[in-house]
């Protein structure tokens, strides 16, 4: 079994930054995929970024490019998102996840584990 914990989540104003941080514990076997979704109240969860096992390769939604930036310290089991210039609309629960058996981000659904969310407000 593998628990992901997320942190780094708080209120902000618009412009300013934040950094999540995800670490996965319990029985992980490499390689796997992970990735940052977030989910607003009444909204279907929507994938943010992702990177591979080796963090070669990352892969962002169009509305977060040029602002986050994901990474992963594999030593640690840790992955992480830069959040910078932040906007009143980025505002809501950020979910890790992780998966197996994946090259390239897969739909949601096929995701293994999912942490508990943390919760990004930013105020305008």
């Known amino acids: 079994q593998v628990q992901l914990v997320e942190s780094g989540g708080g209120l902000v104003q618009a412009g300013g930054s934040l950094r999540l941080s995800c670490v996965a514990t319990?029985?992980?076997?490499?390689?796997?995929?992970m990735s940052w979704f977030r989910q607003v109240p009444g909204a279907e969860r929507e994938f943010v970024a992702g990177i591979s096992w080796s963090g070669s390769s990352q892969y962002y939604a169009d509305f977060v490019k040029g602002r986050f930036t994901i990474s992963k310290d594999n030593a640690k089991n840790t992955m992480y998102v830069q959040m910078n210039n932040l906007k009143p609309e980025d505002t809501a629960v950020y979910y890790c996840?992780?998966?197996?058996?994946?090259?390239?981000?897969?739909?949601?659904?096929?995701?293994?584990?999912w942490g508990q969310g943390t919760q990004v407000t930013v105020s305008s």
């Open positions: 996840a992780l998966v197996y058996d994946a090259v390239t981000p897969p739909g949601s659904s096929d995701y293994d584990y």
């Open positions: 319990g029985r992980t076997f490499s390689p796997y995929f």
